[in-house]
């Protein structure tokens, strides 16, 4: 089954940036686009489907209803992150990575899963605490140029995100 374009994009939430160096990432985000305040969390441990681990260095915003992320990986299983920032030679990157779009329910997670694993797009990370948070990345980077996550997060730990600086 193709999943609908409706349905794999509903629920937008955030926009999801990749870099190697957080401080500078979060200064061109500052003097360039205004957008200064970040919770800031270093080599955050997240633990993936297997039981495997990664650590991202974070930062985290909100412009209006939209959450901005900025992901340095850390260590770990952070494949994904660090092949979005092969090429282009040395020095200071900072890419686009992905879009990401919640849910209702860990049910609604499995469905969209499923959806667009039918659909052709592979999954290439997965992870999180059952009934707190969970999220799937989709690959869509031979179409869209980006991966897709899928996000659930309980409402306890959405009041986290609640109060996250905003812009």
């Given at each position: ?29 500052a ?22 681990m ?17 992901l ?37 997670l ?58």
């Amino acid at each position: 089954m193709k999943p609908d374009a409706m349905n794999v994009f509903a629920g937008f939430y955030q926009n999801g940036y990749v870099t190697n160096d957080l401080e500078r990432a979060i200064d061109v985000f500052a003097t360039r686009y205004g957008v200064a305040r970040f919770a800031v969390t270093r080599a955050r441990p997240i633990e993936l489907d297997g039981g495997v681990m990664l650590h991202l260095d974070m930062a985290m915003g909100f412009v209006g209803p939209v959450q901005y992320e900025i992901l340095q990986p850390a260590g770990g299983a952070d494949g994904v992150y660090r092949r979005a920032l092969e090429g282009g030679g040395e020095g200071f990157k900072l890419r686009f990575h992905h879009h990401a779009y919640l849910v209702e329910s860990p049910e609604d997670l499995l469905a969209r899963r499923r959806s667009l694993e039918a659909g052709g797009h592979p999954i290439v990370l997965s992870g999180g605490k059952p009934g707190a948070n969970q999220f799937f990345y989709a690959d869509a980077t031979a179409t869209l140029g980006h991966h897709l996550e899928y996000l659930y997060i309980s409402p306890e730990r959405m009041a986290v995100h609640a109060d996250m600086p905003r812009n």
